[in-house]
């Protein structure tokens, strides 16, 4: 506690969560607090990351009484979500921004998995990131395409950002393929704008070819396609409006 250096800040969190007995544990909290209180940003990120990651009521409890704040507005965001404090998240200008902002830099299944449960408000648009988080799957990209005409504007916006940095940080392609479907299944121009500024298509032959006929990409299209055969295919496999 005299010297409140990272590593004896670090003994201190988890002596919160592994003090073998209860009065070590209150103590260890205790010492955590009061180090948070006066500004120290490592018992801050300490009591946060026990609130947060370790879902500890009695970290949670401290943050509150004490008034203590957060490291930055992503881990507020957060912390908002994990006390159930929703009017006040949903009072945040672009708290589900920040969620996502804090989710992709402190992967943590266990809160992933606890989230969903905390935001029954109305965020189904951070349900279906999540599941993405989770498990990176074309049915979990699928589950956010088809909830993407129905969400707002700035909601869709997130979205194509969080599929722009799911291709630019692993280059996954089923990112790629939801960022094409966008455009090919709603029109969606930035979408469009978005996949010819990264250079991307479908990466399932007749959806490519259908994307380049769409995005009037004329050269690929004939390169790829130049009988036609695999835009007849999408077109038979296609519902009406998009044929």
């Known amino acids: 506690f005299l010297k409140p250096e990272p590593d004896n800040v670090q003994i201190m969190a988890e002596c919160v969560i592994r003090g073998f ?38 970290a949670q409890e401290k ?24 009017s006040i998240f949903q009072q945040i200008s672009g708290g589900k921004s920040l969620v996502l902002k804090y989710l992709q830099n402190h992967p943590d299944n266990q809160l992933l998995e606890r989230i969903p449960a905390m935001h ?25 395409l088809e909830l993407y005409s129905r969400l707002s504007p700035m909601d869709q916006t997130l979205s194509l950002d969080f599929l722009q940095e799911q291709v630019l940080q692993s ?10 479907e966008l455009f090919i299944l709603y029109e969606d121009h930035a979408a469009l704008t978005m996949a010819v500024s990264l250079d991307i298509s ?42």
Not at 37 to 53: D, Q
Not at 120 to 128: A, C, M, N, T, V
Request: aromatic share 10%; proline share 6%; glycine share 4%.
């Open 171 to 180: 280059g996954s392609q089923p990112a790629m393929d939801a960022i094409c």
């Open 63 to 86: 943050i509150l009484s004490m008034d203590i704040p957060a490291s930055d507005p992503s881990q507020h965001a957060v912390f908002l979500l994990c006390t159930g404090q929703f």
């Open 120 to 144: 029954r408000h109305g965020q189904d648009f951070l349900e279906s990131i999540i599941g993405i988080l989770q498990y990176p799957t074309r049915e979990a990209f699928q589950s956010l």
């Open 202 to 243: 479908p990466g399932e032959p007749t959806r490519k070819a259908l994307y380049y006929f769409l995005s009037q990409q004329w050269e690929k299209y004939e390169n790829l396609d130049f009988s036609h055969r695999l835009l007849h295919t999408a077109f038979e496999a296609s519902p009406a409006p998009l044929r």
């Open 21 to 58: 007995h209860q009065a070590v544990r209150e103590v260890a909290l205790e010492l955590l607090t009061r180090l948070a209180v006066t500004g120290n940003p490592f018992a801050i990120l300490a009591i946060y990351h026990l609130a947060i990651h370790d879902d500890s009521m009695e």
